[in-house]
Structure formats: structure tokens, C-alpha cells
């Protein structure tokens, strides 16, 4: 698989260290899973389930949008309901929100470069 670059960005993305990784962008502090409605309406149909039950079961209000439920794994660490811990990877990933497919290159670690190596082994330097 090929580094990922994007404009703007001081760092790159390197696929290949997921294979490493047990899953650091989906534990860790609790944070906001952004889910839109139309990622809402796709995931209620791929696990088959109305759009009421999913919002009840997985999904929490954050003001007026909606963010992903999380699992408590230990103080200041938590899991994404949607990440298989047996197997460390998403169990939803053909329908995961676009805050999970645009990781790494957010906003706020256009400055950061340092936190998101942190975090990420897939990280390289440009
Ligand atoms: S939806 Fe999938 S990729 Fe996104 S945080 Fe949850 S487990 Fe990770």
C-alpha cells in the first residue's frame, strides 16, 4: 500500500503500520465519534437495525449532533462501541463515519504533529 500525503500537512501516513498497531485511534481518551445522518442512515441499514435502535444503542446526543457510544476499558481509557477488541479493528469499517476514514489528517494535528505520532504508528515524517 502506498504512503498517503496530503496538502498542508507536515507528516504522512504509512498504511503499513496499522499491521502494528492494536487499534490507538479507536481507544484511548474519551472523545467525539462524529456521525452524520446520512453515515447514520448507511449503518442502521449494514447492521440491519431501524434508525431509532441504533441511535438508542450506539449512538449519544453531544448538543445537536451525534457521537459513536464508548466502552469503558480503565481510567481515562476508552474503547469505540464499534471496535472488536478480540480482533483490534473496526466491525464496522465499510461504514465508518468519515472522522475514522480522514484520520490522521484532522485539523487540529496540522499543528500537532507530535500528538499524532504519539498516538500513531503509521505516522511518518516528511
Ligand atoms: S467507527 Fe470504527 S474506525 Fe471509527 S472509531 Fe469506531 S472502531 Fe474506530
Redesign the pocket.
Known sequence: MNIVKKEGFDFAFNPKGCETCEGN??IGESGN?WISKEEMKNLSEYLNISLDELRVKYLEKRGYKYS?KEIKLAEDNYA?F??DLKKKQ?S??DV??IQ?RTFPFWEYFKTRKDEVKEECPAIVEL
Request: with cysteine.
Open positions: 485511534c479507536c465519534i459513536i469505540c464499534f471496535f473496526c464496522i469499517y465508518r463515519p475514522c
